[in-house]
């Protein structure tokens, strides 16, 4: 070997995971006391503790181990948004590092303020200030709500005339006798509608029932519409540009933009975060697709807590055909017998990533 040569790397053997970070409504009664099995004891969840402490907020510990659960209390914003970073946070941490690798981050509507920290844009203490204040500011305007309603079908096959159907009433309903009706979430097979009363009412007459749908969010505000405006003013004020830094792993936001560490720049990135993401639809279904197309992943993983967002990333994987999925039947067998989507909000697929 001559002294200008360099030794060839070998290939990495570890597997390549993709971070798809939950949002709102994932903190149920089935997941009270998930964050106190995973993370007492922790640094950083006593770090949050004292911030919490000092707002004068009851403790992420308090609300996790001694307040037994209530959604009217657990589900409010300003409680539900720590709760769900801190438990996806002790995930994260718990993956062993020796066998699997994180190749991109991306997440839904709120956990795209935990995509931030898990992709080190944030340090942990500065994505847990923007969530907490986020889910305060959220909480005490609480302007609007959302309804969720299912476009495929019951093998979670696309129905596009459904989609353009729905998403007609939009323009048929938006300003009839005072209604605000905008899309807030494209997620997977599913629409999330955001508007005001008188809007989410008109629209839940035009719409067929079928079985849980149209599903009104308990405590959810019209995120990502213009119903936010008042929002994303107060935020830009609160919170700064200044704790934003480049994400050392690959970031793909609300409309399936990529923010590498080679060309991100923070301050665009704090006024997409607290500007266009808050006001404009969120297409998670885009940012999935364009999370499994750029970065190859072997597995894609959910961390907690729950499950619920499992279904909507197995629509969107159907849609793009990944390892030739073509229907929910499909995606069950798949999983069966080697999960390559992983919901560590379920104890069992949570046995496949952490340490031995």
């Given amino acids: 070997m001559s002294e200008h040569s360099q030794p060839v790397s070998q290939p ?3 597997e390549r995971l993709l971070i798809v970070c939950p949002g709102r409504g994932t903190y149920n009664q089935a997941e009270w006391g998930t964050l106190t099995r995973h993370a007492a004891g922790s640094e950083w969840l006593a770090r949050f503790d004292a911030l919490r402490r000092e707002q004068g907020q009851p403790t ?28 996806t946070l002790a995930d994260t941490l718990a993956i062993d590092r020796e066998r699997y690798e994180i190749c991109a981050v991306t997440g839904n509507s709120m956990g795209w303020y935990i995509a931030l920290a898990l992709g080190d844009a944030l340090s942990q203490d500065d994505a847990f200030t923007l969530i907490n204040t986020m889910g305060h500011l959220m909480q005490t305007s609480l302007n609007g709500g959302q309804l969720l309603y299912p476009w495929v079908d019951d093998q979670w096959r696309p129905q596009p005339e459904r989609r353009r159907e729905l998403l007609s009433l939009i323009e048929e309903l938006h300003g009839q006798d005072g209604s605000e009706l905008y899309l807030s979430i494209d997620l997977g097979g599913m629409l999330v509608f955001g508007g005001n009363e008188a809007g989410l009412k008109r629209l839940t007459e035009k719409l067929p029932p079928m079985e849980r749908f149209p599903m009104r969010l308990h405590q959810h505000a019209a995120f990502h519409t213009p119903m936010q405006e008042s929002v994303k003013a107060e935020a830009r004020q609160r919170l700064p540009a200044t704790p934003f830094g480049v994400p050392e792993v690959p970031l793909i936001d609300g409309r399936g933009k990529l923010w590498s560490p080679w060309s991100t720049d923070p301050e ?6 607290l500007g266009e993401q808050l006001v404009t639809p969120y ?16 597995r894609i993983v959910i961390p907690g807590p729950g499950a619920t967002l499992g279904g909507a990333v197995a629509q969107a994987l159907i849609q793009l055909g990944w390892w030739g999925l073509n229907s929910k039947a499909a995606f069950q067998d798949m999983q069966r ?14 046995e496949w990533l952490v340490k031995k």
């Fill in 12 to 14: 990495s053997t570890k």
């Fill in 60 to 87: 992420l510990s308090e609300l996790d181990g001694d307040t037994p659960f209530r959604l009217s209390v657990h589900g409010r914003g300003d409680h539900a948004s720590p709760l769900i970073y801190a438990c």
């Fill in 268 to 273: 665009t990135l704090w006024d997409y975060t």
């Fill in 283 to 298: 297409d998670f279904t885009t940012a999935l697709k364009v999370s499994v197309r750029e970065f190859a992943p072997d």
């Fill in 337 to 350: 017998d080697d999960p390559r989507l992983i919901s560590m909000g379920i104890e069992e697929q949570r």
